[in-house]
């Protein structure tokens, strides 16, 4: 009877230890599904990640070619705003200069100053200016 029971309890043992085994069996293979998941899921964001990165590399290339035309663009702009300065200030004296040689010929006298040596004596208005100019140039 002790032999009869020992067995017996040897048999459900062994059952609980297959169930177990059964049960750790399935885990594990529930665990290794799972990693395969997991692996799929970081495969799948790795791949994200190298397209997305490279999206980026392509736009970070596009803008930098974006700004250089600009610099580009700016540095020419600028050259041509120092020429354009500089073709005004240079048309801005020719006005100056033409202004003045039309006031020196003009039909205006201009009052001299007094000569240092006689005081009460002035300087002679010019003569010509723009009304002989014109008689010279129509023939008169």
Request: charged share 35%; net charge negative; glycine share 2%.
């Amino acid at each position: 009877m002790k032999l009869q029971k020992k067995l017996i309890q040897d048999e459900l043992e062994l059952q609980e230890q297959d169930q177990w085994l059964s049960a750790a069996d399935e885990k594990v293979l529930l665990a290794t599904e799972e990693v395969k998941v997991y692996k799929q899921r970081i495969h799948e964001i790795e791949q994200e990640l190298e397209k997305t990165e490279r999206s980026f590399k392509n736009q970070l290339a596009i803008h930098e070619e974006k700004v250089q035309e600009n610099w580009v663009k700016a540095w020419h702009t600028e050259r041509l705003i120092a020429k354009e300065m500089r073709e005004a200030a240079s048309l801005r004296q020719r006005l100056l200069e033409m202004t003045e040689k039309l006031a020196m010929s003009q039909e205006e006298p201009v009052i001299g100053k007094p000569m240092p040596d006689q005081p009460e004596v002035q300087n002679a208005p010019r003569r010509g200016g723009r009304s002989v100019l014109l008689s010279a140039a129509q023939g008169t």
